[in-house]
């Protein structure tokens, strides 16, 4: 059986340490990739020289000035010839059988253009958890078709999972290298807001999770996360009053979010003017709440602080992660 081929683009910087264990994996896969595209950051530790050295002509490495992952992978992906466009970090790793596995759900599916797996939580400690998508979808369950609802309540791609045709990546605007923290999820949200997708239960992805990880910028990625949402809301991805909407739920629970963090950082002003637009919608609670922190003037917060009915209210108002309803409902 004829397969399509694939480009395997990995952005890096510093990666020394640990590239040559994300690349063994691809080098090993059952079904070979057409290339395997290294796009290098500006690293400073000898990560390209190290590449180079250990891989020869099997992997091409684009020396690349210090921007940010986003822009990396946007010219790598760029340059990609494969029918289907592979993405991973330097961190992660494969199971050998991974792009095999993927591209034999495509063949069950050929209506979608992109489609992820489940993988494991891993650390220096050992394996965290089990199971990436158990955080947002109980059961994990093999999904295919229009995700673009689901996808709009949460984030549940992972990067190095991801498996995508090249010419629905370039029809749906390719990586925006604008955006530095969500640039994923920007990118999945335009892709599932045109294409079909597929979601797999199968565990194919170790990520690795360490504290200097791009995803531990919790107020980068909500500030990029509330871009996006307010895209969404004004009916730019799709002209649908559900999908409008949703999206104006999850702008004002990231304003909430950023405003308890401005807060207590102490940038009041900011913080108040985000408190005061997420009092408009969501829950009646935290709609209460961001009323009245949204009053609350600076010399008040830190005694606030210490009152600790106040931060327990202040935390069910943030919410409880809920699974994702893959109907859409948000």
């Not at 400073?44 to 822009?71: C, F, K, M, W």
């Not at 895209?231 to 629970?253: T, W």
């Not at 408009?280 to 600790?308: E, M, Q, T, Y």
Request: glycine share 8%; net charge neutral.
């Amino acid at each position: 059986m004829n397969r399509p081929t694939v480009s395997v683009v990995l952005a890096v910087y510093n990666a020394a340490w640990c590239v040559r264990r994300a690349l063994d994996t691809v080098v090993a896969q059952t079904h070979a990739p057409l290339e395997i595209i290294v796009c290098d950051d500006g690293s400073n530790d000898g990560t390209p020289e190290l590449i180079e050295r250990s891989y020869g002509d099997a992997v091409r490495v684009l020396r690349l000035p210090h921007r940010n992952a986003s822009a990396a992978r946007h010219d790598g992906l760029g340059v990609a010839q494969g029918e289907w466009l592979a993405f991973l970090d330097a961190d992660d790793w494969w199971e050998r059988d991974k792009l095999e596995r993927q591209l034999d759900f495509i063949a069950r599916h050929p209506q979608v253009r992109w489609v992820s797996s489940d993988g494991r939580y891993e650390s220096e400690q050992g394996l965290e958890r089990d199971s990436w998508l158990s955080d947002y979808f109980r059961p994990v369950h093999e999904l295919a078709g229009d995700l673009f609802a689901p996808l709009l309540q949460r984030c549940f791609p992972l990067m190095s999972s991801m498996l995508v045709e090249r010419h629905a990546y370039h029809e749906a605007g390719g990586i925006d290298p604008s955006i530095v923290y969500s640039h994923d999820y920007d990118l999945w949200l335009r892709l599932a807001a045109r294409f079909d997708g597929g979601l797999m239960p199968e565990l194919l992805v170790h990520y690795w999770t360490h504290p200097g990880a791009l995803s531990k910028n919790f107020e980068g990625r909500h500030r990029d996360d509330l871009r996006l949402m307010e895209r969404a809301a004004s009916g730019m991805l799709r002209d649908d009053r559900a999908v409008v909407a949703a999206a104006r739920l999850r702008v004002a629970a990231l304003q909430y979010h950023l405003g308890q963090r401005c807060l207590r950082t102490g940038r009041g002003a900011e913080g108040r003017a985000l408190l005061r637009a997420s009092a408009a919608r969501g829950p009646a609670l935290r709609r209460v709440l961001a009323g009245l922190g949204s009053c609350l003037p600076d010399p008040a917060l830190p005694w606030l602080k210490r009152v600790g009915v106040l931060r327990s209210l202040v935390t069910r108002a943030r919410g409880i992660q809920r699974p994702i309803d893959p109907r859409g409902g948000a």
